[in-house]
Structure formats: structure tokens, C-alpha cells
């Protein structure tokens, strides 16, 4: 079973950066990506960005493009978000998610296979 542990969320004022990190609580685990989803209250789960080992690329949400940057490291099963400009917006608690099934396309929302509980990210105006 793969438990993710996800740190770095916080208040900060719009304009603003944050760093979130994820990685195992227990051991290393194969995976063929790594990304991150947000959800703000009333709102539903969303995409924001992911690394797909699989391919050696890298998916962003419009609404993340040129203001967050995603990376990470497959052996140490772990990946970042660089989180700049933020703006209020970007509020959400915000989701480390994995994904190992096989597949040829990169996966749905439905289709990452462990999630972490969440960080926290308050962006005031």
C-alpha cells in the first residue's frame, strides 16, 4: 500500500510563491507518473499538473501555465510543485496523487491510483 505524505502548503498574499513536496511515508514504490490534484470547497477535484515517467513529460493545467513548475524524482518516488504568482484563486487543498496502472494515454482523474490527504493553500488578496 502506498501512503503519501504531502508538505509545503501554508498562507501566503497573492503574488506570492509556495514549494508543496511529496513523497512515501514508507518505502519507495514504481510508479509511471506523479502529479498533483487541487480542490477548492464548492468546487470539484481538478488537475493541476503531473510528471509521467512513462513518456518523460509533463502536463499543466491553463489555469497553471508559466506560474507553477512540477518536479520530482522517480527513484525516490517523490515530486514537487513550484507554486509562483499565486493568486487567490489557486486556494484549494491541494492533492499528491500517483499513478502505476498501465495505460497508453495519460490517465484520468479516476485512473491515478493513491492519493495523499492534502496540503493545505490559502492565497489572500
Known amino acids: 500500500q502506498v501512503q503519501l505524505v504531502e508538505s509545503g502548503g501554508g498562507l501566503v498574499q497573492a503574488g506570492g510563491s509556495l514549494n508543496l513536496s511529496c513523497a512515501p511515508s514508507?518505502?519507495?514504490?514504481?510508479?509511471?507518473?506523479m502529479g498533483w490534484f487541487r480542490q477548492a470547497p464548492g468546487k470539484e477535484r481538478e488537475f493541476v499538473a503531473a510528471?509521467?515517467?512513462?513518456?518523460?513529460?509533463?502536463n499543466y493545467a491553463d489555469s497553471v501555465k508559466g506560474r507553477f513548475a512540477i518536479s520530482g524524482d522517480n527513484a525516490k518516488s517523490t515530486v514537487n510543485l513550484q507554486m509562483n504568482s499565486l493568486k487567490p484563486e489557486d486556494t484549494a487543498l491541494y492533492y499528491c496523487?500517483?499513478?502505476?496502472?498501465?495505460?497508453?494515454?495519460?490517465?484520468?482523474?479516476?485512473?491515478?491510483?493513491?492519493w495523499g490527504q492534502g496540503t493545505q493553500v490559502t492565497v489572500s488578496s
Open positions: 514508507g518505502r519507495t514504490f514504481s510508479s509511471n507518473g
Open positions: 510528471m509521467f515517467w512513462t513518456w518523460g513529460t509533463t
Open positions: 496523487v500517483v499513478w502505476v496502472r498501465t495505460l497508453v494515454r495519460p490517465p484520468r482523474k479516476d485512473e491515478y491510483d493513491y
